[in-house]
């Protein structure tokens, strides 16, 4: 079955440069999310998106924009990089309707030097 | 201070024993998810409960919804290496279905 699929799995950037990473939900389904998780820690939600709406809005910096394109793919945008951003970026997609499993994808893992 | 606290935070037990992980929270949820996190990799949902009081089982785990609906438990029969990860409760809140909230998860090891 598909499943859900970032891009890129790593990406290594600059302080204060921006990075963009992709996310294509599972086919037929209507809502992305997306999650920052630090080393140790548990995914934290930063944004969702329902029907390419911004549904509902977690512990995004404002460095940090997301929009879900006509064809339910998702892009997080992230300027003026930190060394604390460095983490693992996690998209989940569900179809809303019903009891709303969240499946996962792979991850970017995002290196800030 | 976490929505929903999970129990305990690291386990490390031999193979064979039995473990139950914990999921407790003062909110009510609609229906709790139980994944799996390899490191670097993503999460992968292992349940779905949605009614209270309900029990699925998945082969040697067995998983519980508390009958008013805020708290779940994990039970681990025959722990074998394989099971070794990060086990993480995810509950979805009445009023907001958009977002799941995470508990604190568990990391477990199982020695052989």
């Known amino acids: 079955a598909a499943g859900v699929i970032q891009s890129p799995r790593h990406l290594i950037k600059e302080k204060r440069e921006t990075a963009t990473l992709k996310c294509y939900p599972i086919?037929?389904?209507?809502?992305v999310y997306w999650y920052q998780q630090g080393p140790g820690q548990d995914p934290q939600f930063l944004i969702s998106f329902y029907e390419k709406m911004q549904s509902d809005k977690g512990s995004i910096p404002d460095r940090f924009s997301a929009q879900q394109f006509s064809d339910y793919h998702s892009e997080l945008n992230m300027s003026s990089l930190e060394l604390g951003d460095s983490a693992l970026y996690f998209c989940?997609?569900?179809?809303?309707?019903?009891?709303?499993?969240?499946?996962f994808g792979p991850g970017t893992r995002l290196t800030v030097l | 201070t976490q929505l929903l606290e999970q129990s305990p935070q690291f386990l490390s037990i031999q193979e064979g024993e039995n473990l139950t992980v914990y999921c407790n929270s003062s909110?009510?949820?609609?229906?709790l998810q139980w994944y799996r996190q390899e490191p670097g990799e993503g999460p992968v949902l292992l349940v779905t409960?949605?009614?209270?009081?309900e029990v699925k089982k998945l082969k040697r785990l067995t998983f519980q919804f508390g009958d008013a609906r805020k708290d779940s438990s994990l039970h681990i029969t025959a722990a074998q290496p394989g099971d070794t990860g990060l086990y993480l409760c995810a509950g979805v809140l009445y009023s907001s279905a958009s977002k799941i909230i995470f508990g604190s998860g568990t990391r477990l090891s199982i020695r052989p």
């Open positions: 409960v949605v009614t209270g009081g």
């Open positions: 909110s009510v949820f609609s229906s």
């Open positions: 989940a997609s569900s179809l809303r309707v019903g009891i709303n499993e969240q499946f």
């Open positions: 086919p037929r389904h209507d809502t």
